[in-house]
């Protein structure tokens, strides 16, 4: 069982920004694709941006590309999430997750955080 950590959101105004981080304690961490979904109250869990283990691919849905980068530092065994820009339909619980091998915009993820609660005012 891998355990990922988040941590990073909050309650901001539009057009502020926030980062969220994923600590992966795992000394295989690079072999880990990583990504944020998220989901809205009455709405199904939805992909926000995905990265290789590597680093070298990103993905990013189409609603955020432009203001939301995914990235992550090995030697920290963590992935962020930098929001700039962010609009009240961000609003949502945002959940990282892992899993081997290929980056995918799927849900097929096998390690889920626990979510962190980001709130965008308007």
């Known amino acids: 069982q891998v355990e990922l950590v988040e941590s990073g959101g909050g309650l901001v105004q539009a057009g502020a920004s926030l980062r969220l981080s994923c600590a992966v304690p795992e000394r295989t961490f690079s072999t880990y694709v990583m990504a944020w979904f998220r989901q809205a109250p009455g709405k199904e869990r939805e992909f926000v941006a995905g990265i290789s283990g590597s680093g070298g691919t990103t993905m990013y849905a189409d609603s955020v590309k432009g203001r939301f980068t995914i990235f992550r530092d090995i030697g920290k065994n963590t992935a962020y999430l930098q929001m700039n820009s962010l609009k009240p339909e961000d609003t949502a619980v945002y959940y990282c997750?892992?899993?081997?091998?290929?980056?995918?915009?799927?849900?097929?993820?096998?390690?889920w955080g626990q979510g962190t609660q980001v709130t965008v005012s308007s």
């Open positions: 997750a892992a899993r081997r091998v290929v980056l995918t915009m799927t849900a097929r993820y096998d390690y």
